[in-house]
Each structure stands twice: as C-alpha cells, then as structure tokens.
C-alpha cells in the first residue's frame, strides 16, 4: 500500500501563510496525480488543488486561486501546498491525496490513497 505522511499545518492569524508537506513512501511518486482536498466541520470534503506527474499542469479550487500554490520534487517524493494570504474560512483539516493516472478528478472517491490530514486554523 502507498503510504502518505503529513506535515505542516497549525493556528495563524489572518493573513499568515502555510506550508503543508505530504511525503510519499515507495519509488513510483513521480507517476503520481497528487491532490489536496480539506474538509471543515460539518461540511463535505472538498478539493483544493491537484498536480500532474510531471509538475507541469495545475488545478486549483476557485477559493484559492492565487492565493495557493501545490508543487511537487519529485526527488524527495514530496508534494507541497504553499498557502498565502490565509483567511478564517480556510480553517479545515487538509488531506493529501494521490492516484496513478494522470487525469485529475475533483471528487474524493477516485483518489484511492490519503494523508492522515492535518489541521490549519485560521484567526480573524
């Protein structure tokens, strides 16, 4: 099974930035489609930003958009969530999540491995 351990996350002030880490166990990372999704309380899970294999094509949810930015080095099987300009409605637990194709889905369901998630609190 494909292992994906988080890190990062935390309580900021609005404004603030993040950066979320999610590490990826085995050699075929780099055949990966990663994805961040978040999930607040008492609402469904919803995507936030997905990256091809090769870095090179990037999905973002509207309510991010050029505030957010998803990488991957695929030297360190990492891929990364740059989070600028955090506001109060960003408060969720993150998950990282990851498929072996190179199409990108916007549904939980056709990403069959997950982080354990982490929390990121924003303050008003």
């Known amino acids: 099974q494909v292992q994906l351990v988080q890190s990062g996350g935390g309580l900021v002030q609005a404004g603030a930035s993040l950066n979320l880490s999610c590490a990826v166990s085995?050699?075929?990372?780099?055949?990966?489609?990663m994805a961040w999704f978040r999930q607040a309380p008492g609402k469904e899970r919803e995507f936030v930003a997905a990256?091809?294999?090769?870095?090179?094509?990037?999905n973002y949810a509207d309510s991010v958009k050029g505030r957010f930015t998803i990488s991957r080095d695929n030297t360190k099987n990492t891929v990364y969530l740059q989070m600028n300009t955090l506001k109060p409605e960003d408060t969720a637990v993150y998950y990282c999540?990851?498929?072996?194709?190179?199409?990108?889905?916007?549904?939980?369901?056709?990403?069959?491995?997950w982080g354990q998630g982490t929390q990121v609190t924003v303050s008003s």
């Open positions: 999540a990851a498929r072996g194709a190179t199409i990108v889905v916007f549904t939980p369901r056709g990403w069959p491995y």
């Open positions: 990256i091809r294999w090769s870095g090179g094509s990037t």
């Open positions: 085995g050699r075929t990372f780099s055949t990966y489609t």
